[in-house]
């Protein structure tokens, strides 16, 4: 095999939707019955953080999806829907990449931004006020409600510990003591 068919066909494997794995079966029990779908916003163009000058709502400034992470979201969306998996909502950061994903992955609803999603890499935001914030917001849902959050990794990291590539996921829900516990990750 030469290397450009060795290259795609590694690439076709990074594109497999959700698999059937043992482990994925936590996580997606406790979204169907209500929990929140935490996402890294699926694959980029190379890149770390945004160009310098970008600006919100103004994508042509940002780091946005690659055609692969537009596949990738696309078929995660499709994956979790084929398992049985649905939400009643998705919020997403206010970053294009993040919007993008979301609306790749649930075509069929509306995609609010939600602020406290916004990245604050590279000192942009407030870590502590936004990590308190969807805390709050998370505790807050109704238990029985199914909900998608796309964002970006400092936000997953500060939240739950876990430090997620893009286009993986954590279902989190409250627990008991006001805070956000994970029930499992998926790789989508």
């Given at each position: 095999?030469?290397r450009?068919?060795?290259?795609h066909a590694?690439g076709?494997l990074?594109?497999q939707?959700?698999?059937?794995?043992?482990?994925?079966?936590?996580?997606l029990d406790?979204?169907?019955s209500?929990?929140v779908?935490l996402l890294?916003?699926?694959?980029t163009?190379p890149?770390?953080?945004?160009?310098p000058g970008f600006?919100?709502?103004?994508?042509?400034?940002?780091?946005?999806?690659?055609v692969a992470g537009?596949?990738?979201?696309?078929?995660a969306?499709?994956?979790?829907?084929a398992?049985?998996?649905t939400?009643?909502a998705v919020?997403?950061?206010?970053?294009?990449?993040?919007i993008?994903?979301?609306?790749?992955m649930?075509p069929?609803?509306?995609?609010e931004?939600?602020?406290?999603l916004n990245?604050f890499?590279?000192?942009?935001?407030?870590r502590?006020?936004q990590?308190?914030a969807?805390?709050?917001?998370i505790?807050?849902?109704?238990d029985?409600?199914r909900?998608?959050l796309?964002?970006?990794?400092?936000?997953?990291?500060?939240?739950?510990?876990?430090?997620?590539?893009?286009?993986?996921?954590v279902?989190v829900?409250?627990?008991r003591?006001g805070?956000?516990?994970?029930a499992?990750r998926?790789?989508?």
């Amino acid at each position: 095999m030469n290397r450009r068919h060795l290259l795609h066909a590694l690439g076709c494997l990074m594109l497999q939707p959700v698999s059937a794995r043992a482990d994925d079966t936590p996580a997606l029990d406790a979204l169907r019955s209500g929990g929140v779908l935490l996402l890294r916003h699926a694959l980029t163009e190379p890149g770390i953080g945004d160009p310098p000058g970008f600006r919100i709502g103004d994508c042509s400034t940002q780091r946005n999806l690659s055609v692969a992470g537009r596949t990738q979201a696309r078929a995660a969306g499709n994956a979790l829907r084929a398992r049985g998996v649905t939400v009643d909502a998705v919020y997403s950061s206010a970053w294009c990449r993040c919007i993008d994903t979301a609306k790749e992955m649930f075509p069929e609803l509306q995609v609010e931004v939600l602020p406290a999603l916004n990245s604050f890499f590279a000192g942009q935001g407030d870590r502590e006020r936004q990590t308190a914030a969807l805390r709050q917001w998370i505790t807050a849902l109704d238990d029985r409600r199914r909900v998608a959050l796309v964002t970006h990794q400092v936000n997953v990291l500060a939240l739950t510990g876990d430090n997620l590539a893009m286009g993986e996921a954590v279902v989190v829900q409250p627990d008991r003591s006001g805070g956000v516990r994970a029930a499992g990750r998926l790789t989508l």
